[in-house]
């Protein structure tokens, strides 16, 4: 059986590899490549590769991607691997296909700025941002290049999808279609860097730093090559970071040239220079259709694409095109071949597949070829879990959700009516010396299967306060944005709230069935009796309870009221499950540890950090409880 199956997976190996080429080849006698330094208007160079159909017996629209993270292969007879993904599809339809290096970024000139803030006035010519430079972009690609039909779509994922909305801003009449995937829109609010003022040390640290991903390492002149980065002394993220506490050793061990880093030290709270950077700002005015997409458990930029989408709506009422889809994906995993589950969690079907072959492509087909149809895709077409099926609605969120409250209880119980206890609470002792880890695995690069993971390893903690409701006796959607309002109290003057809403599976259930020989990222098999499916968790810097801008201390032992929206969510709670809430004041190394010590966090020193003891009130003077969207329609 083993050797059989050594065969099967050469042989498919062997056919690939032998498709690839023939996509390859198939690509090479169709296209040419130009790779062309573009000029913006303050005479700074962009690098931007090119590919163009040889067919020019007819006018071609161009796909444009702007990236800081290199449009390579660079070299005219090196060609970049669509053909291995399903952006193939336009290269059958003949589209011109765009690649460009950002300002300050590998080929490139100029300087790199993270999330550059748009400039409300430009005067001159030296007034720049990224949308000028989009504007200058396609500018001179439709002046240039041969056989363009006049007609010009942006998308792009993640840290692309901040310069898809920042280009639809532009106003060029060429643009007519953008779709930002997974916008980083709001690194201080809810996106990479930090959500609700709390810092994800992990991601920031091992994307920008030297040990990591060397992001944000200087770039002092054009260059095709990446950046040398550190290997990390010690291959365990939990231990590493726990020894690398406080954020100031991390600070030493960046060194003096990551400018970001330093920008992050010195602006600890929501201040001016956080506010010129939400990209929110550019969502006005806009021109073309927009198709905003993104992964419901996304752990990266989760909140991006829900609150670009909504402020889209609000400040553009009479667009034509403004649609949200919401897949049940990791960052990116709508851009893969395989949609069909994460971790543990499977999907029912190949979601990735279907949106790229029923939303995208019509999309831009419809609007750079003239091309089908797009009459059926709703406002917001949104993939609920734990059904496993698509939904249309109207808008988002759905017009008949009912906001409905559910209480924090006595013996760790979840319920909808009102606590009647004259005097309850749940405690813990929140040490910053023994975090709670986010997920029960050893690992050394952040997984993105924490998202779904199953939550019982921290159940099982005595610093983690789990709530849960009796066995449902019918299937509960939610469909909206949950919040939580808690009354706390602590013995220190600061502290961290992470609230998680998790799915308890039946404890009848055995095994997943995920296929470990098609899965790119395999996981074994896996009990699901009794899994509880992590939903959507978030967390909250307690001193921002009341402003991200204006922190403020805890009275020790004072109960006070804290409120934080937890994040939109789109899941079915099936008949025979159990919701679960979790509450903890760490989720390491996610987050960087709170010294539960009001202060500026990011100068703190080592003996600064403390023992919390936190109460969690749950009784008629003083309930806790999470608002929850409880949908009770039907789509459209």
Known sequence: MKKLIILIIVLLCTHNSYARRNDSLWMARRYTKIEQYIPMRDGTRLFTSIYVPDNNAEEHPI????????????GPDTLRDFWSTYEKAYLQEHYILVVQDVRGKWMSEGKFEDVRPCKTEKKTNKDVDEITDCWDTIDWLIKNIPNNNGKVGLFGTSYPGFYSLMGAACGHPALVAVSPQAPCIDWFTGDDDHHNGAFFVMDEFDYDGPYGLGFGVPHPQPTSKPPLSISYPVHDNYKFYLENEPLSKLTRLTGDTIRFWKDLMNHADYDDWWKARDARKAAKDLKPAMLWVGGTFDAEDNWGAWNGYLTAEKNNPHMAFNKLVMGPWYHGQWSNNDGTHLGNINFGSNTATWYQQNIEIPFFNYYLKGEGDISKIAKATIFISGTNEWKEFAQWPPRRKQDEKIYLQDNDALGWQAPKSASSYNEYVSDPHKP????QDVHFNRTRNYMTDDQRFADRRPDVASFKTDILQKDLTLTGNVLASLQVSISTTDADFVVKLIDVFPDSLSYNNVNIYDD?????????????????????????????GKPEPFVPGKITSVSFKIGDVAHTFKKGHRIMVQVQSSWFPLVDLNPQRFENIYKA???????STIRIYHDSQYPSYLVLPVFNGEQL
Do not use: A, W
């Open 605 to 611: 020193k080592k003996e600064d950090f403390q023992k």
């Open 63 to 74: 796909l444009l991607t702007r990236t800081p993270y290199s449009c390579t292969p660079y």
């Open 436 to 439: 709670v880890p986010y997920t």
């Open 520 to 548: 790119p990222d395999p996981v074994l098999k896996y009990p699901m009796g009794g899994y509880e499916m992590l939903v959507h968790g978030e967390i909250l810097r307690g001193k921002y309870r009341n402003s991200l």
